[in-house]
Nanobody
Framework: QVQLVDSGGGSVQAGGSLRLSCALS????????MGWFRQTPGKEREGVAS????????YYADSVKGRFTISQDKAKNTVYLQMNSLQPEDTAMYYC??????????????????WGQGTQVTVSS
């Protein structure tokens, strides 16, 4: 089994920064991609960023490129999402996710098998 615990959300003003963390535990040796997704009420979950755990290649949604950075600390089994220049439209519940699949679509929700519980990010103008 794989467990994900995401944390680090909070409330910030526009232009501020937050860093989300996702701690991975359990049988993790076959995890190939870690991702961050976000969701607002009434909307589908959106892929924000992903990282290939073997080679550390990263992928970003156009809406966050240049502002968000995904990274991993393999020694701590933790993935981070550094979010800078936050805007009100970034307000959402953020979820980390893990997949054992090798995929050409690492920002697609349906390739991930394991999910964290979510952490709320609120950006005020």
């Amino acid at each position: 089994q794989v467990q994900l615990v995401d944390s680090g959300g909070g409330s910030v003003q526009a232009g501020g920064s937050l860093r989300l963390s996702c701690a991975l535990s359990g049988y993790t040796s076959n995890i190939r991609y870690m991702g961050w997704f976000r969701q607002t009420p009434g909307k589908e979950r959106e892929g924000v960023a992903s990282i290939y755990t073997i080679g550390s290649s990263t992928y970003y949604a156009d809406s966050v490129k240049g502002r968000f950075t995904i990274s991993q600390d393999k020694a701590k089994n933790t993935v981070y999402l550094q979010m800078n220049s936050l805007q009100p439209e970034d307000t959402a519940m953020y979820y980390c996710a893990a997949t054992r699949w090798v995929t050409t679509m690492p920002l697609r929700e349906n390739v991930y098998q394991h999910w964290g519980q979510g952490t709320q990010v609120t950006v005020s103008s």
